[in-house]
Each structure stands twice: as structure tokens, then as C-alpha cells.
């Protein structure tokens, strides 16, 4: 299989760090984009990642790429029972907002023209952002319990904002967060994917 990625992308970090924990490193192979011309070559959606599947499929959408690839690899990385499950996706979730949040953000102060960007889209977003860190902080965040697609997109989301909302400053006054965040940086599939900035 091969995974069309971008270094810095949280999206294609989530589909990174699952194929590292689902133990299908010598599975896929990672191949960076040049420029985001080609992108529309490998399918439809013209972003990334996309997953090129043994059968040359392209699967798009972080979220989707990460499910196919715990259920092929029966990697266990989202619970099947509840009350696990439930919590699962409802931090998952929650990650995956912050994430699109940011996105939105870097999306309007990078590309867009200065006198074009709305202060309305990056207060809504910000307020956004600051709600979901507040969500993830107050929740029982421990990272010696299993690796789900979860504690994946978690630190996908905060590695992003490091990167791309350093003004966000999410540690402060949640120290909770920002100690699970270190301890599950320190882990291989985590730590080899971070951005570089």
C-alpha cells in the first residue's frame, strides 16, 4: 500500500502514527508529495492523505484511512465495547473538531490575501479551539492506557497547534493535557511523526 502524505499535515499524521501503532510499517510506504498539483491524480478529493490500497483503491479522508487500517491489521484501536467505545469517539471526536478548527485558521492567516481574511471566521474558530482544549483537558486523559485512534488524533491535534496556533497557548491552565501530551510524545509512532517547524 502506499500513503500520499505531507510531512507537516495532522490529517496524514493521524494515518502515520495508526499505521506505526497497527504494527503495518513494512505495509505501507510513505510518499511525500512535491506539490499539491498532483494531488488530484491519486483521487477524487484532491487533499491528503490518501491511502492506495493492495487492489489500487484510493481511500481519502484521515478518519476513514485510520479505520481500514486497524480493521485490516485487527490492530484493536478503537474499543469494541462500550462504555470504552463511546468514550473513544467522543474524544475522537472532539480532536477531530480542534483539528479542523486550526486548520480553518492556518488556512485563513496563510492563503488568504491579509485584507481578504474575516477576524469573524478566526474568532469563531479560535473560540472553537479553546472549547475543545477545555473538552480534552477535563477528561481522564491517561497514557498508559491502550493507544486508540483517539489518543491518535489527540496528539495529532495538539502537535498541530504547536505548530500552527502558538498563540493559542493550550498548556496554559491545563497542565492535565499538556502532561499527557509529553508522555505520549515519548512513544516511536508518536514522536518520529512530529512536525518539523
Known sequence: ??????????????????????????????????????????????????????????????????????????????????????TCLVLESTASVLMDALFARSLENNQRDPQYRSSS??????????????????????????VTLASITIIAALGYADWRAPEDEWRSGRAKLANYFEQMMTRPAFASTAPTY
Open 1 to 86: 500500500m502506499k500513503l500520499i502524505m505531507s510531512n507537516n499535515s495532522p490529517y496524514a499524521r493521524r494515518a502515520r502514527i495508526t499505521v506505526r501503532e497497527a504494527g503495518l510499517n513494512e505495509q505501507v510506504e510513505e510518499i511525500a508529495i512535491k506539490s499539491f498539483a498532483e494531488l488530484p491524480t491519486y483521487g477524487p478529493g484532491g487533499k491528503i492523505p490518501v491511502l492506495i490500497t493492495n487492489t489500487d483503491q484510493s481511500i481519502c479522508e484521515a478518519l476513514i484511512i485510520c479505520r481500514y487500517l486497524n480493521a485490516i491489521a485487527n490492530a484493536g484501536l478503537v474499543p469494541i465495547q462500550s462504555p470504552e467505545l463511546e
Open 121 to 146: 471566521v478566526l474568532v469563531r474558530e479560535q473560540n472553537r479551539s479553546q472549547r475543545c482544549y477545555d473538552t480534552l483537558d477535563q477528561a481522564s486523559l491517561r497514557a498508559d492506557d491502550p
